[in-house]
């Protein structure tokens, strides 16, 4: 008994009639009652009573179709549990960020439009710097990361940049400078450079550097802070300077100033990273849809 027949059998069921249901099914008649009977056949019994008028269903049919019916349901309900598990309707999104990643407005807008539109898919996030959520997905532990990237990425991760955002000077409040929109950098060759270190944040470690040196500064490296709240913060203090993301400037830190840098300007990469050849469809749904909302901004 195949699963066609019990299909096969339940639409004549309800349209009473093997006409229509050979209509119903797309199929010819006469295909139809030859499928019909050898299920009768493999029974051992008539399951319809066939007249000029239609087909209605003998005492054996009709306890074969209370049977059979919650069975049919079952493979259509799983049919298309499996279309949704595919489509990436369901399931889980394994997400990591890194905290100068949630700053940028894109990932919280990003997160609540995804879940607009996924509802069945649960949403695990997961904070962590750069090199660690990229080891998290070497490991499959996550599916997709949203970081600032750094220099050197494994080669079975790939990095697809969603933009560049600048990088603005940050500076104690008190310590005013002869610059009124812009400042070049190496008017802070003697300043102390708040950063983080390379093994907590290496991707914004990375642009900082690479910031300072294409103006011609080798930074003076002081204190080491882990996040961008406590580099802010450590600033406020008096205690150096540092460039973070633009998108730092929403954190409302008393005490510090922000500037822009001249020329060249320098940035720092805001970027999707995940295993190549990943078949994590929940995945490539959140890409396409941050990708999408880039393009429509």
Do not use: W
């Not at 996550?142 to 990095?159: E, F, K, Q, W, Y």
């Amino acid at each position: 008994m195949e699963l066609r027949h019990i299909r096969y059998f339940l639409v004549v069921a309800e349209e009473k009639s093997f006409t229509r249901a050979a209509q119903r099914l797309g199929i010819s008649q006469p295909p139809l009652s030859m499928q019909i009977k050898n299920l009768e056949d493999e029974i051992g019994t008539e399951l319809f009573y066939r007249s000029s008028h239609g087909a209605e269903l003998t005492a054996a049919g009709q306890v074969f179709l209370n049977t059979v019916q919650p069975i049919q349901q079952r493979v259509d309900d799983a049919v298309s549990l499996a279309q949704q598990m595919a489509n990436g309707e369901l399931g889980q999104l394994r997400l990591g960020f890194t905290g100068t990643a949630m700053l940028n407005p894109v990932l919280p807008h990003s997160i609540r439009l995804f879940q607009q539109q996924y509802p069945k898919v649960q949403l695990r996030l997961e904070e962590g710097n750069s090199l660690v959520l990229i080891d998290r997905l070497l490991n499959d532990q996550l599916d997709i990361a949203l970081i600032r990237p750094p220099h050197h990425v494994p080669i079975d991760i790939h990095i697809q940049t969603l933009m560049y955002e600048p990088l603005v000077v940050v500076m104690p409040l008190e310590r005013m400078i002869d610059q009124q929109q812009e400042i070049q950098l190496k008017l802070l060759k003697d300043e102390n450079f708040i950063m983080a270190a390379h093994s907590v944040s290496a991707g914004l470690h990375d642009a900082v550097l690479d910031a300072c040196r294409s103006h011609g500064l080798e930074p003076k490296i002081g204190q080491s802070a882990p996040q961008i709240v406590s580099i802010v913060s450590l600033v406020a203090a008096n205690l150096g300077v540092s460039l973070v993301p633009a998108s730092a400037m929403q954190l409302g830190i008393k005490g510090v100033q922000y500037l822009q840098v001249a020329e060249p300007k320098p940035v720092v990469g805001f970027s999707l990273a995940y295993r190549r050849n990943t078949h994590a469809q929940a995945a490539i749904n959140f890409s396409s849809l941050i990708q999408s909302l880039l393009k429509n901004d």
